[in-house]
C-alpha cells in the first residue's frame, strides 16, 4: 500500500494562489496514474487533475483549466493552483494507482488517498 500525505492548503483571497504537494512512501510503483480530487461540504468528491506517473500526460477538469498545473517529480506530486475562486474551496485529496487508466475522473479508480489538506478562499 502507499501512504500518501498532502499538505499546502490555506486561507488565501480570491484571485490568488496555492501550490499542494503531496508526498507518496512506502510500496511505491513505478506506474501508473496519480490524481487530485476535491470536496465541498455536501458536495461529491470531484475530480481536479490528474498526471501519468512518467508525466507523459496530464489531465484537468474544465472547471480548472488554464489556473491549475499538476506536475510529479519521483515521489512527489504538485498542483500550482493560480487565479483561485472562492468556488475551488474544498479540502483536496490526492491519489494514487499502479496502473494507467482512462477512468481517471472516478475516485473508485484510485486505491491510495491521503488524509486531505484544506483550501479556503475567500471573496
Known amino acids: 500500500q502507499v501512504q500518501l500525505v498532502e499538505s499546502g492548503g490555506g486561507l488565501v483571497e480570491a484571485g490568488g494562489s496555492l501550490r499542494l504537494s503531496c508526498v507518496a512512501s512506502?510500496?511505491?510503483?513505478?506506474?501508473?496514474?496519480m490524481a487530485w480530487f476535491r470536496q465541498a461540504p455536501g458536495k461529491e468528491r470531484g475530480f481536479v487533475a490528474a498526471?501519468?506517473?512518467?508525466?507523459?500526460r496530464t489531465y484537468y477538469a474544465d472547471s480548472v483549466k488554464g489556473r491549475f498545473t499538476i506536475s510529479r517529480d519521483n515521489t512527489k506530486m504538485y498542483l500550482q493552483m493560480n487565479s483561485l475562486k472562492p468556488e475551488d474551496t474544498a479540502v483536496y485529496y490526492c491519489?494514487?494507482?499502479?496502473?494507467?487508466?482512462?477512468?481517471?475522473?472516478?475516485?473508485?479508480?484510485?486505491?491510495?488517498w491521503g488524509q486531505g489538506t484544506q483550501v479556503t478562499v475567500s471573496s
Open positions: 491519489a494514487a494507482t499502479p496502473v494507467y487508466t482512462s477512468s481517471y475522473q472516478l475516485p473508485k479508480t484510485f486505491n491510495s
Open positions: 512506502g510500496r511505491t510503483f513505478s506506474r501508473g496514474t
Open positions: 498526471v501519468t506517473w512518467n508525466s507523459d
